[in-house]
C-alpha cells in the first residue's frame, strides 16, 4: 500500500486522512484489515532495515506521519534505536509512534515511555483502539500546534502530580480493604437477582483519549448496550448530536440495579481502576467511545486533558437534576482541567458522601 495525496492544509477530527506507516509481521493482517477504509494513508515496510532507513531521510514533509512498529524480543535493540533517533532530533522529535508488543513486557514499556513513545500496547491488541487513540494524539498534536503559534509557552501534556497519585494509592487502597466484605455480599445479590457476569466491563476513554477497561457492579441486564440507539428518543440531553447519554428510568436496570444506582455502590469496583492508574479518585468521568468521539472539538476536547476520575464537579453539583443541560457539564469538565488541585480534590471527595444518595434514577 503507498500513500494518498492529502491536503494537510484543513484538519477535521471526522474526516481527515492519517498518514500511517508501519512494520508488523504478526499483526500484519489485523492491522490492514483495520485500516482499510478512507480515513488512513497507510504504508508498510517489511523489514526493520527499511523501516529505519525511511526514518532516517524523513524531512519536513514527513512529519505528519505516525509510526506503528512491531516491537518483539528479537528486534527490541533496532526498534529502540528508530525511536532514539526521531525522538533525539529536533526536527522529528513530536512524530507520534505507537509500539506493539508481540507479548507483554513491563520493562519494554517503561523504557519506551521513558524515551517518548506515545503509547505500547499489548497482546491482544484491540486496534479499534489503536484507531481511535491515533486520532486524538494526532488531533491533539495539531491543537499544541495551534496554541504555540498563538502562545510563545510550551504546553504540557498531562501527568498526574505526584502528591495526588500517592493520595489515590493510599485512600482506593485502604477502600478497596475495608470493603471487601460488601463486594462479596453485592456479588452473591447480582448473581441471585439476574443472569450475567457480577461485573460489567466496557471501555472508556480517559485521559488524553487513552482507552482503557473500565469497571463496574452489573446493575443492568445482559447485552443492555445493545439497546442504546433504540432508548437513544429518551436522552436526556436532547438532539441528535447529544454527546452524553442517559435516560430516567431506564428500563435496562435491574430490581438490584437500581439500588446499586441510586447508593452508588455500583461504582466502587472504579476503585481497581485508580490503583491500575487508569483513573484517579477525582477527574472528569471517562466516557463510553460513543460518547468521546463527539467531544473531539477545539471547544470541548480539554476535558480530555484532566485526569479521569471517580467523582468530580458533576457528581456533586448537578448530577440528577432535571435542568442538568449537555453544555453545562461539558463546562463543568473543562473547568476542571483548567482548575484541578489538590485542595479542589480534597473538597470535591469530602461533598461526594452527601450527593451519593440521588434524588433522578438517571
Not at 31 to 40: A, I, K, P, T
Not at 167 to 179: E, K, P, R, T
Not at 286 to 293: K, N, Q, R, T, V
Not at 300 to 326: N, V, Y
Request: charged share 25%; with cysteine.
Amino acid at each position: 500500500m503507498e500513500f494518498q495525496n492529502i491536503n494537510h492544509n484543513t484538519y477535521t477530527t471526522e474526516s481527515s486522512v492519517l498518514k500511517v506507516i508501519y512494520y508488523a509481521e504478526g499483526f500484519k493482517e489485523e492491522l490492514e484489515s483495520s485500516f482499510e477504509n478512507g480515513l488512513y494513508s497507510v504504508k508498510e515496510f517489511n523489514s526493520i532495515k527499511t523501516l529505519t532507513e525511511e526514518t532516517q531521510s524523513f524531512s519536513i514533509n514527513d512529519l505528519n506521519n505516525n509510526l506503528l512498529i512491531e516491537i518483539s524480543p528479537e528486534n527490541t535493540n533496532e526498534v529502540f534505536q528508530i525511536v532514539e533517533n526521531l525522538k533525539n532530533h529536533w526536527l522529528t522529535r513530536n512524530i507520534i509512534i505507537i509500539l506493539l508488543l508481540t507479548e507483554s513486557n513491563q520493562a519494554i514499556t517503561r523504557r519506551a515511555l521513558k524515551l517518548g513513545v506515545s503509547d505500547c500496547y499489548n497482546p491482544p491488541i484491540p486496534f479499534s483502539d489503536v484507531k481511535e487513540r491515533l486520532r486524538f494524539l494526532s488531533f491533539y498534536k495539531q491543537l499544541r500546534a495551534e496554541k504555540k503559534d498563538l502562545y510563545p509557552i510550551e504546553i504540557e501534556e498531562y501527568k498526574i502530580p505526584s502528591g495526588k497519585r500517592m493520595l489515590d494509592l493510599l485512600l482506593s487502597s485502604i477502600a478497596l480493604i475495608s470493603l471487601s466484605p460488601l463486594f462479596l455480599l453485592v456479588a452473591i445479590l447480582i448473581k441471585l437477582d439476574s443472569k450475567g457476569p457480577v461485573f460489567y466491563t466496557s471501555k472508556r476513554v480517559g485521559t488524553g483519549y487513552k482507552i482503557f477497561d473500565f469497571y463496574k457492579f452489573r446493575s443492568m441486564k445482559k447485552d443492555a448496550d445493545k439497546e442504546v440507539e433504540k432508548l437513544s428518543k429518551n436522552n436526556q440531553y436532547q438532539g441528535g448530536d447529544a454527546a452524553f447519554f442517559k435516560i430516567k428510568d431506564d428500563p435496562r436496570v435491574t430490581k438490584l440495579g437500581n439500588f446499586l444506582r441510586n447508593s452508588s455502590i455500583d461504582e466502587l469496583p472504579q476503585l481497581l481502576n485508580v490503583l491500575k492508574g487508569d483513573m484517579s479518585l477525582v477527574g472528569n468521568r471517562p466516557l463510553p467511545l460513543y460518547e468521546a468521539e463527539k467531544l473531539t472539538t477545539n471547544e470541548w476536547s480539554m476535558r480530555f486533558l484532566a485526569p479521569a476520575g471517580l467523582t468530580g464537579l458533576w457528581q456533586i453539583s448537578r448530577r440528577g437534576k432535571k435542568d442538568m443541560s449537555e453544555r453545562e457539564r461539558k463546562k463543568l469538565d473543562n473547568f476542571y482541567a483548567s482548575n484541578y488541585s489538590i485542595w479542589l480534590d480534597l473538597k470535591i471527595i469530602f461533598k461526594t458522601i452527601p450527593a451519593l444518595l440521588q434524588k433522578e434514577k438517571v
